[in-house]
């Protein structure tokens, strides 16, 4: 059974930073790419950011570019995201996905606007930004 267990959301304020994990199990994690998506109280959910299984690959929403930074770690099977200069629009749920195949690389995660097409959802963290 695949498990996405995210953590690290909280409360902070307006230009501090946060990192998310992504705790992943039941799943050959080293060979899956993943990604980041949110979803803020009205809106669709969308992309943030993407990484491919090596590592390697990483994409970015324009929204966090510059300021967001995705990463992994294979032998602890978690997948981080760390997020600096907060802004107010950053509140939301972060969700970790990744997917089953090989063939939906990091770059296609980074297309799929909404998550269409994820295999795996984790629950959520709240991430909000206020003073």
């Known amino acids: 059974q695949v498990q996405l267990v995210e953590s690290g959301g909280g409360l902070v304020q307006p230009g501090g930073s946060l990192r998310l994990s992504c705790a992943a199990s039941g799943l050959t994690f080293s060979l899956k790419n993943m990604g980041w998506f949110r979803q803020s109280p009205g809106k669709e959910r969308e992309f943030v950011a993407a990484i491919s299984f090596t590592g390697v690959s990483t994409y970015y929403s324009e929204s966090v570019r510059g300021r967001f930074t995705i990463s992994r770690d294979n032998a602890k099977n978690i997948m981080y995201l760390q997020m600096n200069t907060l802004k107010s629009e950053d509140t939301a749920v972060y969700y970790c996905?990744?997917?089953?195949?090989?063939?939906?690389?990091?770059?296609?995660?980074?297309?799929?606007?909404?998550?269409?097409?994820?295999?795996?959802w984790g629950k959520g963290t709240l991430v909000t930004v206020s003073s």
């Open positions: 996905s990744a997917v089953s195949s090989q063939s939906r690389t990091a770059s296609d995660i980074a297309h799929t606007s909404d998550g269409r097409g994820m295999d795996y």
